[in-house]
């Protein structure tokens, strides 16, 4: 099975802040990786696939890179209401995976 | 407005067993893969199984803690997903979620990867 490592796993930034969460996967992934947010009591939100494709409707400040074993999520300026928990996942191969979740608690 | 919305879930004693629905409106859902994610209190997502749309045989993946106990199955005509759960253990103790997987075609790939949820049943596996 391919581990999703997800770094840091908790957070404290301020808003404007400029945010940066990486994903390891223990194999190649290629760009079979997505992005969720999930809010408190809240279904999770896919925000990017293919490792840095913007969800429509998301808003630009949030954008992907990475490919094959190495991923990041960065928030260019931090707004309140993306203080959450973000996952990744990867779709390479099977079982799917998700990273164990990065809480962004605000400072 | 597309939509998935799951039920069934309650308390269950271990070992016993329940069967989890999922139903779809607002897309054609035979077209769509279909996945179960959990979420035990507390903790992160874990991908539970998926099965796939009849042009792809309806065949299903399990995650290794899952696989044997649990079922995946839908019926089109019902637009509807089944997850049918047995031998339930403590730790299978969570809120399921249902989730279309959606399709995107990018310069020739595919990539098939879940973009709409449920809002999840609880399950909880107690004596």
């Known amino acids: 099975d391919i581990q999703m490592t997800q770094s840091p796993s908790a957070m404290s930034a301020s808003v404007g802040d400029r945010v940066t969460i990486t994903c390891r996967a223990s194999?190649?992934?290629?760009?079979?990786l997505v992005w969720f947010q999930q809010k408190p009591g809240k279904v999770p939100e896919r925000l990017i696939y293919a490792a840095s494709t913007l969800q429509s409707g998301v808003p630009s400040r949030f954008s992907g890179s990475g490919s094959g074993t190495e991923f990041t999520l960065t928030i260019s300026s931090l707004q309140p209401e993306d203080f959450a928990t973000y996952y990744c996942l990867q779709h390479n191969s099977y079982p799917l995976t998700f990273g164990g979740g990065t809480k962004v608690e605000i400072k | 407005e597309v939509q998935l919305v799951e039920s069934g879930g309650g308390l269950v004693q271990p070992g016993g067993s329940l069967r989890l629905s999922c139903a779809a409106s607002g897309f054609t859902f035979s077209d769509h893969y279909m996945d179960w994610v959990r979420q035990a209190p507390g903790k992160g997502l874990e991908w539970v199984g998926r099965?796939?749309?009849?042009?792809?045989?309806?065949?299903?993946e399990y995650a290794a803690s899952v696989k044997g106990r649990f079922t995946i199955s839908r019926d089109d005509s019902k637009n509807s997903l089944y997850l049918q759960m047995n031998s339930l253990k403590a730790e299978d103790s969570a809120v399921y979620y249902c989730?279309?997987?959606?399709?995107?075609?990018?310069?020739?790939?595919?990539?098939?990867?879940?973009?709409?949820w449920g809002q999840g049943t609880t399950v909880t596996v107690s004596s």
């Open positions: 194999q190649g992934i290629s760009n079979y």
């Open positions: 989730a279309r997987v959606g399709v995107t075609t990018i310069q020739g790939a595919y990539y098939y990867s879940l973009d709409v």
């Open positions: 099965t796939r749309s009849k042009a792809s045989g309806y065949t299903t």
